[in-house]
T-cell receptor, first 115, second 112 residues
């Protein structure tokens, strides 16, 4: 139990569907992250939020839309995805980007399959 | 791309020390050495970090060479639950950015 909870753990969707991944952290952190882990590839940073403001977007296609309504919750809205978007999507949190360290707490991930 | 270099895989006998090496050929003076691990089907887990001095916590020890070009993560008594992919990362810990860039890591197999 890392204090970071991701739902759903598994998701299968068609290319025309719209779905969302949810992340919630109970650690009192103010920075939250989305990472993508494709088969046999290193983890790739997608988005970073600090105090609800997006600070990083690593050239992620617009079919991935993040939302951070407060420091405890992070969403990843998915629409018109491609089969190559099938991957493990990991959420993480850390204290914040100005005072914290590089100690990130990761959730267990949401395994996404796009048909 | 990751800046560090690690062997792709290692084996370790259960109960023995596991010594995982990492090369940091381009590390700069204000970058810390971080180690994470990822057990199969789970998210990465922070293990330890250091700047210049050796560090120890309840999970592992970190040895950093004087020139900081290499480090070694030591799991003193490896168990089967330590089987995982281990990542070393150079991370600038200045204000404003904690972009962990993961490489392919070392897959450690602890053998009974």
């Amino acid at each position: 139990e890392t204090g970071v909870t991701q739902t759903p753990r598994h998701l299968v969707m068609g290319m025309t569907n719209k779905k969302s991944l949810k992340c919630e952290q109970h650690l009192g952190h103010n920075a939250m992250y989305w990472y993508k882990q494709s088969a046999k590839k290193p983890l790739e940073l997608m988005f970073v939020y600090n105090f609800k403001e997006q600070t990083e977007n690593n050239s992620v296609p617009s079919r991935f839309s993040p939302e951070c309504p407060n420091s405890s919750h992070l969403f990843l809205h998915l629409h018109t995805l491609q089969p190559e978007d099938s991957a493990l999507y990991l959420c993480a949190s850390s204290q914040d980007l100005t005072r914290g360290t590089g100690e990130l707490f990761f959730g267990e991930g949401s395994r996404l399959t796009v048909l | 791309d990751a800046k560090t270099t690690q062997p792709p895989s290692m084996d370790c006998a259960e109960g023995r020390a596991a010594n995982l090496p990492c090369n940091h050929s381009t590390i700069s003076g204000n970058e810390y050495v971080y180690w994470y691990r990822q057990i199969h089907s789970q998210g990465p887990q922070y293990i330890i970090h250091g700047l210049k001095n050796n560090e120890t916590n309840e999970m592992a020890s970190l040895i950093i060479t004087e020139d900081r070009k290499s480090s070694t993560l030591i799991l003193p008594h490896a168990t089967l639950r330590d089987t995982a992919v281990y990542y070393c990362i150079d991370l600038y810990s200045g204000a404003g950015s904690y972009q962990l860039t993961f490489g392919k890591g070392t897959k450690l197999s602890v053998i009974p």
